[in-house]
C-alpha cells in the first residue's frame, strides 16, 4: 500500500496533478500524458527513493500505474533475496 | 531575394515592468529597477545591488509540470514571446508555420538549473541529478520551446554571443527574413542568472559595481561608474516581411535597416582601446542600412557603467560620427534596468521601437557627472521629444563580439 501511495505522490510531483486524478488503473500515456522526459523524472525518483535500479528495459511493461507499482515491488523482492 | 523587415510584435519581462504598457511608462519616466538582492543574502557580500523582476510568479504563466520543465529564463522568454506573437495578431492556424522561426539569445542560458543540479550532485551523487537537467540547463532551449508554443517549423537559431546575443538573435532573424529563409520569425533573448555563482565571477573579476545606493549603481559614462549592476529579463519581437505583413494587414511598428558585426580578436573580456570593433560593427550596420552616418538620430547605446567598455564606446561613437556626434543624443537603458547580459540587446531593441513610436527618447539616469573623456548629450536624468527616424543600438559581448542594428519608424510603411 505504501509503494502505490508513493508512486503515486512521484507522479503527482512531477506531472502537477492532484491525488484525485491518478487511480491504480490510470494509464500513465493516455490518460496522464506521460511522456519520455516524465517517466525518467519518476523512475529516477523511485529509484533513489527505494535503492533501486529500473533500467529503461522496464518501460516496456509499464502503461499503468497498476504496472509500475508492481515493478517496484518485484525490484525489491529481488532486493531481499 | 532583398525583402524589408519589420517589426509587428512586442513582448517584455523587465525589472521596470511586466508586459510592454508598464515597461513602455517606467522607461520613458526613468524608473529606477535596481535594488538590493532578493535571490539570495547579499547583506555580507561585496556585491549587494541586482535588478530582479520582483512581481513575476511563474503559477501566473504556467502548470506545475510546465514550471518544473523551465528555468526561470525560459519561462521570461516564453511570457514576452506570448505578449509579442498576440501582440502582432499573427493567425498561426492561417499562415505556413514552415516559414515561421525562431531566433534568441542568451549570454548562459539555465545557469541556475546547473548550480541547483552540481549541488545535488555533490551532496548526494550522479543519481540524485534532475533527469530533465539537461533539457532545463541549455542555453538554446528557449528557442526549442518557443517553436514549441506556437508550432514554428521554420530556422532556428540561438546565439551565445555573451551580452550581444539578444542583437545578434534579432540580427539574424533579420538576415533570413531579408533573404527569404523564413516569412515571419519570433526573436530576441532571455536571461536569468542572479544568483552566487554569477555574481561571484563578476566580482572577482571587478566587473559588477559594489555600491550600495540602487539610483547611483549604474551610472553609464559618469566619471565615477564602477561597473554594471546585473540584471534579468526578456524581450521578444515578431519580425515579418513587408510583403508578408501587408499581406495579412499587420499593424507595423516599426522596420529593421540594417545589421553589422564583428569581432574584436583583442582580448576575451576587454574591448580594443579606442573601439575599433565597436566603429566596425556601427559602419557595417549603417552601410547595411544604406544610410549616412548623419541620418542616424540617437544610439541606444551599450553602455553598461564599467570603466572599459563606456570609454571605449564614446571614443568609437566620436570617430565614426565625427561632428555629428556632437548632435547625437545617445542613452543607455540599463542605467535603468542594469545589465541584461544576453537579454539586453532585445529589450534595449524594445526601448528602440517605443522611442521611435513616441518621437521621444527615454533618459539616462544614474549618472551625475559626465567623464570628461566621454561628453556627449546623454539625455541626463530626462528623456525628451526628438524628430526620430532611425535609432542604431550597440551591444558588445565578453569574446569581443560587437553588433549594432538600425531600427526605423513606421512612417514610410
Known amino acids: 500500500m505504501n509503494i502505490l501511495k508513493n508512486v503515486i505522490k512521484e507522479i503527482m510531483d512531477v506531472m502537477g496533478l492532484s491525488p484525485e486524478e491518478i487511480q491504480l488503473s490510470t494509464h500513465l500515456y493516455d490518460e496522464l500524458d506521460v511522456d519520455s522526459l516524465d517517466m525518467s523524472q519518476i523512475l529516477l525518483a523511485l529509484e533513489n527513493q527505494y535503492k533501486i535500479d529500473l533500467p529503461d528495459e522496464e518501460l516496456d511493461h509499464i502503461e499503468t500505474v497498476e504496472d509500475l507499482v508492481k515493478v517496484v515491488e518485484e525490484k525489491l523482492k529481488d532486493k531481499e533475496y | 531575394m532583398n525583402n524589408r523587415v519589420v517589426i509587428t510584435g512586442l513582448g517584455v519581462v523587465s525589472p ?137 517549423m521554420g530556422p532556428s537559431y540561438s546565439p551565445t554571443t555573451a551580452c550581444a546575443a539578444g542583437t545578434d538573435a534579432i540580427g539574424i532573424a533579420y538576415k533570413l527574413l531579408k533573404y527569404g529563409e523564413a516569412k515571419v520569425m519570433i526573436a530576441g533573448g532571455a536571461e536569468s542568472c542572479i544568483n552566487p555563482l554569477m555574481i561571484a565571477g563578476f566580482t572577482n573579476m571587478n566587473a559588477l559595481t559594489q555600491s550600495t545606493n540602487p539610483k547611483k549603481a549604474s551610472m553609464p559614462f559618469d566619471v565615477n561608474r564602477s561597473g554594471f549592476v546585473l540584471g534579468e529579463g526578456a524581450g521578444m519581437l515578431v519580425l515579418e516581411t513587408l510583403e ?136 541626463l536624468g530626462k528623456g525628451r521629444p526628438e524628430r526620430l527616424n532611425c535609432i542604431l543600438s550597440n551591444s558588445f559581448g565578453f569574446g569581443g563580439h560587437n553588433s549594432s542594428i538600425v531600427f526605423a519608424n513606421n512612417h514610410s510603411l
Open chain 2, 16 to 152: 521596470i515592468g511586466i508586459g510592454l504598457d508598464s515597461f513602455e511608462k517606467a522607461m520613458m519616466a526613468g524608473k529606477c529597477g535596481i535594488d538590493f538582492i532578493k535571490a539570495y543574502d547579499a547583506t555580507n557580500e561585496k556585491v549587494k545591488l541586482a535588478a530582479e523582476i520582483l512581481d513575476f510568479d511563474p503559477q501566473d504563466y504556467f502548470s506545475r509540470k510546465q514550471i518544473g520543465r523551465m528555468d526561470r529564463f525560459v519561462q521570461l522568454g516564453i511570457v514576452a514571446a506570448r505578449e509579442a506573437v498576440k501582440e502582432s495578431r499573427l493567425n498561426l492556424k492561417e499562415i505556413d508555420l514552415n516559414y515561421v522561426g525562431v531566433s534568441t539569445g542568451t549570454g548562459v542560458g539555465g545557469i541556475g538549473t546547473l548550480l541547483k543540479e552540481t549541488k545535488k550532485l555533490m551532496k548526494n551523487g550522479l543519481n540524485y541529478v534532475n533527469a530533465l537537467f539537461i533539457p532545463k540547463f541549455l542555453p538554446n532551449i528557449l528557442t526549442g520551446n518557443i517553436a514549441i508554443e506556437f508550432g514554428a
Open chain 2, 244 to 379: 508578408h505583413a501587408l499581406e495579412r494587414k499587420a499593424n507595423i511598428l516599426g522596420e529593421i535597416l540594417g545589421y553589422g558585426q564583428s569581432c574584436d580578436a583583442y582580448h576575451l573580456t576587454s574591448s580594443t582601446p579606442g573601439g575599433a570593433g565597436a566603429i566596425k560593427s556601427m559602419a557595417n550596420a549603417i552601410d547595411d542600412a544604406n544610410l549616412k552616418i548623419s541620418q542616424i538620430d540617437s544610439i541606444n547605446t551599450h553602455g553598461t557603467s564599467t570603466l572599459i567598455n563606456d570609454k571605449n564606446e564614446v571614443h568609437a561613437i566620436m570617430s565614426l560620427f565625427k561632428e555629428h556626434a556632437i548632435h547625437l543624443p545617445v542613452n543607455s537603458t540599463k542605467s535603468m534596468i542594469g545589465h541584461l547580459q544576453g537579454a539586453s540587446g532585445a529589450v534595449e531593441a524594445i526601448g528602440c521601437i517605443l522611442e521611435l513610436k513616441n518621437q521621444y527618447l527615454h533618459p539616462t539616469i544614474g549618472t551625475q557627472t559626465i567623464d570628461p573623456d566621454s561628453v556627449l548629450d546623454y539625455l
